[in-house]
Each structure stands twice: as C-alpha cells, then as structure tokens.
C-alpha cells in the first residue's frame, strides 16, 4: 500500500504524532464494526450509511460520539424508514454514542436536497451542513454498494458548484481558475459554525462551550483549511487544455478525489508539498488537540468549564496555546511558502 | 465516418434470427450479436459457420456477447473460444468472471464491459482495474448508458476512459434506467454522451436501445449525431448535404 502524505512527513518516525496514528486505527476498526453492523440493512445500489465527524476525519477517540446519516439516492420507498429504525439500537449496541441534538445526524436524508438546494431559501442551516460535511468530513462505511452511492451523490454536489460556475463556462478562457462557487460555499460554512458557536452559548450556555471553542480552532479550522486548499490547488496542476471538453469531469473528479481523503491527509499533502518545514507546528499541534479528547478526565473538565472560568484554567489556555500554533503555522503556510499559493490565497481568499 | 450497429438482443429478445433481419435493410454498419442468455448460445454457435461470411460482407464489424448466466466456467471459455478463432471481439461482464486465469485464453479478443450499479463489481475504475491487472491484453467494451447510471455527472465515465481509453474497442449506448433496463436514448443522455464524442468515434458502437424495427435508424441516426459533435459535421454517408450545413450551423453556432 503506498504511504499516505502523513506518514511521509513522519519520515520513519513511527512515534511522530502518535495519537494522530493511535486515532487512525481506532477509527479503522470502529468503520469495519459498523460496516458489519449494516451489511444487509442497505438497498444494493441506492443507499449509503455514511458517517461523518471524527470518524470520519480518522480521528475516533475514546469518547467520540457517532454522527451517521443514512443517504438514500434511488427510487423513494417507505421502507427506507426502517432501515434507520434498525440501524438505531444496533448501534447503540455495538457502543456507539448518539448523535448531538441538532438532528442533523442519525436520520434518512435524500440525495435531492443535498443536490438542487444550494442556496435560496431552501438551503437550510441544517441542508447546508449535512451537504459542506458530506464533503468535507465523511466517509462511506466499507461496503460496495455503500461507497458507489456516496461517490454518486458527491459527485452530483459537485457537478453542481463546477456546472454552475461562471469560471467553467466554455467560453470563459481565464487562467487559474478555480471553482468559485464551491469555494464560496465553503467559506460561508466556515463563518456559519463560526457564528453558530456563538449562537449555542446563547442556547446552551456554559455547557461544553470550551470544548466547541478548541474545536472551532482546531477540528473546524482543519475542514475550511482543507476545503480552501481543495479549491484553489485545481488551477495548480495545470489541467490539459486538450481536456477542455470534459474540463467539468475533470474537475469534477479532482475534487471528488480531494472529498474522499481525510482532511489531515489532504492538509498533509499540500504541507508536504509547499511547507514541509510547518509539519511539526501544524500536526503537533493537532497531535496535542486529539490527546486532550482523548484524556477522558480533562475531556470532562472543557465539558464543565464556563467562559469565564476558561480563561483562567490551564488546561484551556494549553489548548488555546496549540490552537495558536495551529494557526499561525496554517497562515504561514498560506501565505510565506510559496508565491503561487500566496497569490491564490490573496486573489480569492478575501474576495 | 461511424461505424455504428445494433446488438441483436436489443432487437429481439433471444432470436438472433430475427434481429437479422430486422437490422439488415436498415444503415447499420455493425452488429453484436448476443447470447446474454446460456441458453441461446448453442444455436447461435451452430448457426454461425452459414451466417458468418454473409454477415462479414453486410457490416463493417461484428462483435460478440457472451452470456451472463452460465455456472460452467471452463466451458463456456472454450466455447468462446471458438468465437475468438473467428477474430471477434467478446463482449463479457466483469462479474460473471470468477477464475480470471481462465479467461486469459481469450487474450485481446476478451472485451470486458464496465457494468451498472446493480452489479456487485466492474462499475467503476477501481473496481475495474483489478480485472485488467489480471487479464493484461483486455479491452474496454465501455457502455456509457452503464457508465451514466452509475454517475449520472459523468465523472466516473471520463475516469473510465482516462485510466483505461488505450483498451477500448468498442462502445455500447443506449439509455439505462436506475432499474438497469435499456431504453431509446432521450434528450438528457445525448446530452451526457456528446463530450465523450471525440473518443467513441474512433470506434464501432453499437446500440443497446430497446426501441421497436420501425425506430431502428432513428436511434443510429441520433448515435451518429452525438458521435459528430465533436467535429461539428453530420459525417454519415447517407445524410443529405442539407443536413449537413444545417447541422454544422448548428454546432458550430
């Protein structure tokens, strides 16, 4: 098997960021459970049980929870209900932990909305994170017809940002384009869990609210981190004007690729190719961010902590210290590395 | 110019005979003729030594189907081996493959064929691309209808032929529902297929299409318009030069 990007940067030190590795083998044998879990529940070619979160993302730790969505694209049949139905204690079981309260997770979701309501009022908060999650942390469980239908389904939300793109209109010849519309999309996901961090405080007050604050800085930074770099790095391979014809399966292709690694391994691809030098600030301190939510007794503390009492507690401030490392060295990495990233990163990262 | 046909199981369900008959007064310059079934392979196989000649003279290429329902593996590969003596291409679906080094025998005449969703495996590159790695003179039989079904963006099918388009040989077409049956081709798959023109044009394709006789050369008329879109012309020999203008105003327009 060809080593990821990840254990390339590692260069041989089996022991460089070991939890990083320790929650990637956990979160792989977490997938083949569920995959047994759900190997006759699912339609053959239809349906999808997808996960999303840090399993997806490969990074289960002991306390994580499970954030599933069964994805039917297919005919509509009222039996799809029962596969969520079974699928629920069998779960539970087998020691899952329930997806949080906002229901965005743990349900039946069909492909349409996910495809056709990309803006518009349509879009709801809860449409909109399903569909930046699909793409940018999820994951297929390990079964065939599973993994078609979540390749399908990508590929449909794509097609969609690509086909509607100003940049991709035939006749539109500009150099380094980028898919805009994608970009943009993901940007305001970005700023939505920004702002809907700030409005779960106001719902739920000091419950786990340190918590959501390290993993706006880490865990969710990392998704707009990856999905920027997805966008802005299709200009950089210097697509082959022969292609012009098929530019929008390429593209399409392109970033369905991206969507289906996990983002510390397409973080660490493009770290390894313009900023090998950020690797130990940027994955050690995501290496740190994964051993707090794996310490079950400091994991409880940032459950407890109010603002006010954060600010003042050293286990948070060690946290938010990472954080800051995490990020200067990201923003080194966008914009002290390498001129033509910068020069995306200034021409369509602020407008 | 195109090389576009019909498969005779398109045509009439289990009678070679009869799809014939039907395809031969029509503009077809291909013909699959198919034994999807077991059961209609012996007397396909008996017949072909009196049709063979006749059917070399009446179009330009002739591929085979072979059947998809057999439980004896090797003897269904020596009794296609007597199709490939003839130099045909067999057409074979990647799942009905069990002991791959058995079908080495067929060497570059085997043709596997990317599949539809309902199949377990040969849907996408990946799952393609071990059957290639194991039977290294394969070609492509690359059914877009197929490739369309299981990503109706088209992704998948341009995957397809970036990773295995030095392989192809021929190109199935028609339209598939998500069911897997085959249909006539409507608006929305001439639209999907006409990027893929440049690449299918450079070899035979035969229809898949269930449509009835009286819709036969409406279908490889439109067969033919997608495979020409690519250069903007109407290229079949027996368009009318007024089509020919009319339609290259159109395309190029």
Request: contains cysteine; glycine residues 6%; hydrophobic residues 40%.
């Amino acid at each position: 098997m060809q080593a990821s990007a990840l254990d390339r940067l590692r260069a041989g030190d089996a022991a460089r960021w070991a939890t990083i590795a320790n929650a990637q083998a956990l979160s792989r044998s977490k997938m083949a459970a569920l995959a047994e879990i759900a190997a006759d529940l699912l339609p053959t070619d239809e349906g999808t049980l997808v996960v999303f979160g840090s399993l997806a993302r490969g990074e289960y730790t002991a306390d994580s929870d499970l954030d599933w969505t069964v994805i039917i694209d297919g005919l509509a049949d009222s039996g799809h209900l029962k596969i969520v139905q079974s699928l629920r204690p069998n779960l539970t079981g087998a020691g899952f932990k329930v997806p949080g309260p906002t229901e965005v997770f743990g349900g039946l979701v069909f492909s349409h909305d996910l495809i056709h309501a990309i803006g518009g009022d349509e879009d709801t908060n809860k449409n909109m994170t399903r569909r930046l999650l699909l793409l940018l942390e999820s994951a297929p469980i390990d079964l065939s017809g599973s993994k078609l239908v979540h390749s399908r389904v990508l590929n449909g939300i794509l097609n969609r940002y690509v086909e509607e793109d100003a940049n991709f209109i035939a006749a539109n010849q500009h150099k380094n384009k980028i898919p805009r519309f994608l970009l943009n999309d993901v940007v305001r996901f970005w700023r939505t869990m920004a702002v809907d961090y700030a409005n779960k405080y106001r719902v739920r007050g000091r419950e786990k609210w340190a918590l959501r604050n390290i993993k706006l800085r880490m865990s969710r930074k990392l998704l707009f981190v990856s999905g920027f770099f997805m966008c802005i790095t299709w200009t950089l391979q210097n697509p082959d004007p022969a292609d012009e014809p098929l530019i929008t399966q390429r593209l399409v292709s392109y970033l369905r690729d991206w969507t289906q690694k996990p983002p510390l391994e397409s973080l660490a691809t493009i770290v390894e190719e313009y900023g090998p030098s950020l690797a130990d600030d940027i994955f050690g301190a995501y290496d740190s961010f994964l051993a707090l939510l794996n310490n079950k007794e400091h994991r409880e503390l940032l459950e407890r902590l109010s603002p006010d009492e954060a600010y003042e507690n050293p286990i948070f401030l060690a946290a938010r210290d990472e954080a800051y490392r995490f990020d200067e060295a990201l923003t080194k990495l966008m914009f002290d590395t390498d001129e033509r990233v910068t020069a995306l990163v200034k021409k369509y990262g602020v407008f | 110019m195109c090389t576009v046909g019909f498969s005779t199981g398109a045509l009439a369900y289990e009678d070679f005979a009869h799809a014939l008959e039907l395809l031969e007064p029509t503009r077809a310059t291909a013909v699959e003729l198919s034994a999807l079934r077991s059961v209609e392979l012996p007397a396909l196989l008996a017949a072909l030594p009196s049709i063979f000649g006749t059917l070399k003279n009446r179009y330009r290429y002739i591929s085979f189907h072979a059947p998809t329902n057999f439980t004896d593996e090797p003897g269904m590969v020596e009794q296609l081996m007597e199709i490939a003596g003839r130099g045909l291409n067999i057409i074979v679906h990647p799942d009905c493959i069990k002991d791959r080094s058995l079908w080495r025998r067929l060497g570059s005449h085997l043709c596997l064929e990317n599949m539809d969703s309902r199949k377990p495996t040969g849907r996408t590159v990946a799952e393609l691309a071990g059957f290639f790695a194991d039977l290294p003179r394969a070609k492509l039989c690359f059914d877009i209808a197929h490739a369309r079904q299981v990503d109706p963006t088209m992704t998948e099918a341009a995957c397809i032929l970036t990773e295995f388009g030095d392989r192809l040989a021929q190109v199935h077409m028609s339209e598939v529902n998500s069911r897997g049956k085959h249909f006539a081709m409507s608006f929305g798959a001439k639209h999907a297929y006409e990027p893929f023109a440049c690449a299918m044009s450079k070899v035979p394709v035969i229809l898949e299409s269930v449509v009835e006789a009286s819709n036969i050369e409406k279908e490889i008329d439109a067969a033919v318009k997608i495979l020409s879109h690519h250069t903007g012309y109407y290229t079949h020999a027996e368009s009318t030069h007024e089509e020919a203008v009319e339609l290259a105003y159109v395309y190029r327009g």
